[in-house]
């Protein structure tokens, strides 16, 4: 079965810190994404990558970065930590074309305190 | 800007009662439709999908969609819900020259037994 791991479900930081978030797909996918999740505003893109080492910046960028060294892994990394980027993150991956849609983690709910 | 638009943020039926959920995008070009559907405590994951062809598409658990191409459409239908139908329904858009995905900022579907 297809799948792509988040590697945690719930994260709690402290403000200023540096977050990690991991992302793993085992499907041989080209293209991954990172969205945060708000009630009421759906869901927002924030980078997407095509290939490793490439990084494209989506609609919501500000405060993120993104890293993507191998072809399975898609880490967004949250510079310094602010309350307003408490939020659920979703990671999706989808291979070249949207024929199939997106295959999406079940998301890393972070709380930034 | 590109945008989709859902019509109903909050939707409460009775079970077996019919549903339409209204979708809108503003692309100018050739569009992937689709739907995405998110049960309580879990992740997204797609309920259908057009790409070309037959403008009605059936998907998983009765749901089906009508793109109409002159109204910039694609409606979500179920003749007869069902309390397990209690979900967030997001419809979204792709270019067919682009791999990233829209999303609408979705529809709470509350099902009352």
């Known amino acids: 079965d297809v799948k792509v791991t988040q590697s945690s479900r719930y994260l709690v930081k402290r403000t200023g810190e540096k977050v990690f978030l991991e992302c793993v797909q085992d499907?041989?996918?080209?293209?991954m994404f990172w969205y945060r999740q708000d009630p009421g505003l759906g869901l927002r893109l924030i980078y997407f990558?095509?290939?490793?080492?490439?990084?494209e910046k989506g609609d919501i960028p500000e405060g993120y970065s993104v890293s993507r060294e191998k072809k399975e892994r898609f880490s967004l990394i949250l510079e310094s930590a602010s309350t307003n980027q408490t939020s659920m993150y979703l990671c999706a991956s989808s291979p070249s074309g949207t024929l199939y849609g997106y295959t999406f983690g079940s998301g890393t709910r972070l709380t930034v305190v | 800007a590109q945008s989709v638009s859902q019509h109903n943020h909050h939707v409460i039926l009775s079970e077996a009662a019919s549903l339409e959920l209204g979708c809108n995008y503003s692309y100018g070009g050739t569009v992937n439709l689709f739907w995405y559907v998110q049960y309580p405590g879990q992740h997204l994951q797609l309920l259908l999908k057009y790409f070309s062809g037959d403008p009605l598409v059936k998907g998983i658990k009765g749901f089906e969609a009508e793109f109409i191409k002159s109204k910039f459409s694609f409606n979500l239908r179920k003749p007869s819900v069902q309390w397990s139908d209690t979900a967030e329904y997001f419809c979204?858009?792709?270019?067919?020259?682009?791999?990233?995905?829209?999303f609408g900022k979705g529809t709470r579907l509350h099902i009352l037994p």
């Open positions: 979204a858009v792709n270019e067919r020259r682009d791999d990233k995905i829209i």
């Open positions: 990558s095509y290939d490793v080492k490439m990084k």
């Open positions: 499907m041989d996918h080209e293209n």
